[in-house]
């Protein structure tokens, strides 16, 4: 079946650096969707991604979709200690497949 | 936004009992509904599709005997774990798209389950 593939498991940094989170499905998506994961709370739905080669941002987080429909990156630009969490994509036709998620780390 | 809410939020039973998890669209109908399963510091695993007025779609590997879905109306979906294991002890979350399944999906906030 559909797998979706998210790299890194976790990412530590210091606050103020970048952060990317890639993921990678086996086969072609119709979408793409993000969700970040607080510790302790429930997944909130971030963005979707539909178009091929599509750029979203949101604020100092920018979600890509590949030409191919196949992979997808979310970059937060200069962390805060409030992205603190895991980022989950997911994608899927009926029904949504979660990539492993990237746990993230601040050092205030 | 939409909101979707879990009942109850955590719940410790002894092993061999059943317990029941509800899950509610609080602004919107839901004809379709999630069930999602997650281990500690892992991924969420869906366990079923939950669908108004017809059975459940079950993923491979679950055991519809064991965790019996309930879509009695376009709110409500239930979870009922039955005859509990410690090995069942996990987070249920449930979640609605708004509107279809491509649809962003609205998370409850999730039942923590512990089997003792």
């Known amino acids: 079946g559909q797998q979706v593939m998210q790299i890194p498991q976790y990412q530590h940094v210091q606050e103020g650096e970048d952060f990317t989170t890639y993921c990678n499905s086996s086969?072609?998506?119709?979408?793409i969707q993000w969700y970040k994961q607080r510790p302790g709370g429930h997944p909130v739905f971030l963005i979707q991604?539909?178009?091929?080669?599509e750029v979203k941002k949101q604020k100092r987080l920018t979600f890509q979709f590949g030409e191919a429909k196949k992979n997808s990156s979310l970059h937060i630009t200069a962390t805060q200690t409030t992205d603190v969490g895991t980022y989950f994509c997911?994608?899927?036709?009926?029904?949504?497949?979660f990539g492993q998620g990237t746990r993230l780390t601040i050092n205030p | 936004g939409a909101v979707v809410s879990q009942h109850p939020s955590w719940v410790i039973c002894k092993s061999g009992t059943s317990v029941k998890i509800e899950c509610r669209s609080l602004?919107?109908?839901?004809?379709?509904m999630f069930w999602y399963r997650q281990f500690p510091k892992q991924s969420l695993m869906l366990m079923a599709t939950?669908?108004?007025?017809?059975?459940?779609?079950?993923e491979q590997g679950v055991e519809k005997d064991k965790f019996l879905i309930n879509h009695a109306s376009l709110t409500l979906s239930t979870l009922t774990v039955t005859s509990a294991h410690p090995e069942d002890s996990s987070f249920y979350i449930c979640?609605?798209?708004?509107?279809?399944?491509?649809?962003?999906?609205?998370f409850g906030p999730g039942t923590r389950l512990t089997v003792t």
């Open positions: 979640s609605a798209p708004k509107t279809g399944n491509h649809d962003e999906q609205y």
């Open positions: 086969t072609t998506l119709s979408n």
């Open positions: 991604l539909v178009k091929s080669g």
């Open positions: 997911a994608g899927g036709a009926q029904k949504l497949v």
């Open positions: 602004d919107f109908q839901a004809t379709t």
């Open positions: 939950s669908n108004e007025g017809s059975k459940a779609t079950y």
